[in-house]
């Protein structure tokens, strides 16, 4: 029997060397390029390996083979996926102050790097004469008002006429609005921080024409309230929830941070089917600046109680079934090669969720499985 099954390997490994020097080699099927040819030297490969495979089972009890491997038992462990991508760093307190009313800037009270209030003085223009104005109008407001209160007492007296009294009242009300409205004019002068930050950069000087423009009169940041933004695969819809907790890296700075989504977008945008979502971060040291580039890591995927193995220890049979060696019959430091077919989950740093297939507490062989079969001998 022992005889039969030897001659029987021995013919199947001559005739797997004889077609292959028949057929075209590897290297030119491999040169050619062409996936077709490929996928067929492939699969008829996998069969040759198979028929070895089960002529070596044949051979066990006749004549065990054993082989020296390394084992791990598997233990529950945590398990979770992170989608890496890159986003940039934003701010929305970052804006350049413009004049509300164009003129001459005839006063400017801060400068680059200065820490300011929201609604500080920042600076002024030249209201072009509308002071003059206001105490013009503010003078008719006061004399029409007194003929209102006049008429009024008169009108309580039932003396003149309803028309005169009403004419008064309408008068002082036009005079008082002139003033507000000449008021309000003067205010847009002054320029004032919107918001409590510090100043970036002033682009003009006092004594300049300065108006609306691309450039403004000065930059005011405040970096306490920090956030990246980033676009996300429309795969990634209903595995990103707000609150979702994001490692938030800047090469530049050599720093890690742990921001959590606080926005998803509800848009896809069909140039590149994504939707965007924005993760605020802490800046307790003022180190984030708007427009840094960050790689951020976030958690779509997670299981307290999981099955992992070293990804490079899944193999492929011909069957295109993924499958690991477990030990089985151990005693001691030895036992028997099983091949077990399993279920493959997410992957992640090098290691594959086992979703079907194995259980805790199972012996698998996580080096040397390249060189052993079905049913060997193994020594750990």
Known sequence: MKKILTATVVSLLLIACNSGSESTSIETIIASKDIKAINAKKTELQTQLAQLDEAMKALKGVDAIEALVTVSTLKDTVFSHSLEIQGNVNTNQNVLVQPEMPGNLIALNVKA???????????????????????????????????????????????????????????????????????????????????????????AEKGEVVAPSPTGLMRIVNLNNMYISTSVPETYIGKLKIGTEVEVYLSALGKSYKGKIRQIGNFINPNNRSFGIEVSVPNPEKLLRPNQVAQLKVVDYKKDKAIVVPSNIIQEDGQKNKYVFVVANAKGNTGTAKKVIVTLGQSSNNVTEIVAGLNANEIIVTEGMNAISEGMKLNF
Do not use: H
């Not at 300011?116 to 008719?140: F, P």
């Open 113 to 203: 790097g200065q820490n300011v209030t929201k609604g500080q003085i920042l600076g002024r223009t030249d209201d072009g004469g509308m002071s003059q104005q206001l105490a013009s109008a503010e003078n008719q407001y006061a004399l029409a008002k007194t003929m209102y209160d006049r008429q009024k007492n008169l009108w309580n007296q039932k003396i003149g006429s309803e028309m005169q009294y009403l004419q008064a009242q309408t008068q002082m009300i036009s005079a008082q609005k002139a003033v507000s409205q000449i008021k309000a004019q003067i205010g847009k002068t002054i320029i004032r921080a919107p918001f409590s930050g510090t100043i970036d950069e002033v682009f």
